[in-house]
T-cell receptor
Framework: GNSVTQMEGPVTLSEEAFLTINCTYT??????LFWYVQYPGEGLQLLLK?????DKGSNKGFEATYRKETTSFHLEKGSVQVSDSAVYFC?????????????FGKGTHLIIQP | EAGVAQSPRYKIIEKRQSVAFWCNPI?????LYWYQQILGQGPKLLIQ????????DSQLPKDRFSAERLKGVDSTLKIQPAKLEDSAVYLC???????????FGSGTRLTVV
């Protein structure tokens, strides 16, 4: 079946540091890949997505590139802010059939210190 | 547009009691999902509806969980009887199609004591 593995947290960085959160996946065919963010006390929000190999998703200064050869979708940001503190989830949807529920990783808690 | 509405926001029950959660998706969204998010884990899909039909319920513990989506709009998720390990946030999401993305509600936090 499909699965997503992402780096364990919490990840603690100083403001303006470079961020990488690793995500790898297992799926047949060509899944669609997503990053969701959950700010404290709020619901899940889509951060970015990529639907085919070599696509780059980007939003709010965050980027992730769909790498088929390494089955990865690492999240990066060049300069983090305190407001980026949240839990980040990598997720995928499999490529076949009508069942298209998301498969999530366990989440990475990001803490940005001023 | 209005978001995905869920109620209640919080619920505390004793084990072996029953509980029900309600979800109203975004108007026009044919697909509705229920997820269970246990503390410290990612959400896990419980059931997917397309209009009022079930597409995927392979991870729904059918001995105690049930869900319905009458008339293809609102949905309810029920647990009977509840166990301690059912303590989690129950998330509802809706979509108008795979390419359009998914919108999540704020969830119902269930505590079973």
């Amino acid at each position: 079946g499909n699965s997503v593995t992402q780096m364990e947290g919490p990840v603690t960085l100083s403001e303006e540091a470079f961020l990488t959160i690793n995500c790898t996946y297992t799926a047949t065919g060509y899944p669609s890949l997503f990053w969701y963010v959950q700010y404290p006390g709020e619901g899940l929000q889509l951060l970015l997505k990529a639907t085919k190999a070599d696509d780059k998703g980007s939003n709010k200064g965050f980027e992730a590139t769909y790498r088929k050869e390494t089955t990865s979708f690492h999240l990066e940001k060049g300069s983090v802010q305190v407001s980026d503190s949240a839990v980040y989830f990598c997720a995928l949807i499999g490529s076949g059939g009508g069942a298209d529920g998301l498969t999530f990783g366990k989440g990475t808690h990001l803490i940005i210190q001023p | 547009e209005a978001g995905v509405a869920q109620s209640p926001r919080y619920k505390i029950i004793e084990k072996r009691q029953s509980v029900a959660f309600w979800c109203n998706p975004i108007s026009g969204h044919a697909t509705l999902y229920w997820y269970q998010q246990i503390l410290g884990q990612g959400p896990k899909l419980l059931i997917q509806f397309q209009n009022n039909g079930v597409v995927d319920d392979s991870q729904l513990p059918k001995d105690r969980f049930s869900a319905e989506r009458l008339k293809g709009v609102d949905s309810t998720l029920k647990i009977q009887p509840a166990k301690l390990e059912d303590s989690a946030v129950y998330l509802c999401a809706s979509s108008s199609g795979r390419a359009a993305g998914y919108t999540f509600g704020s969830g119902t936090r269930l505590t079973v004591v």
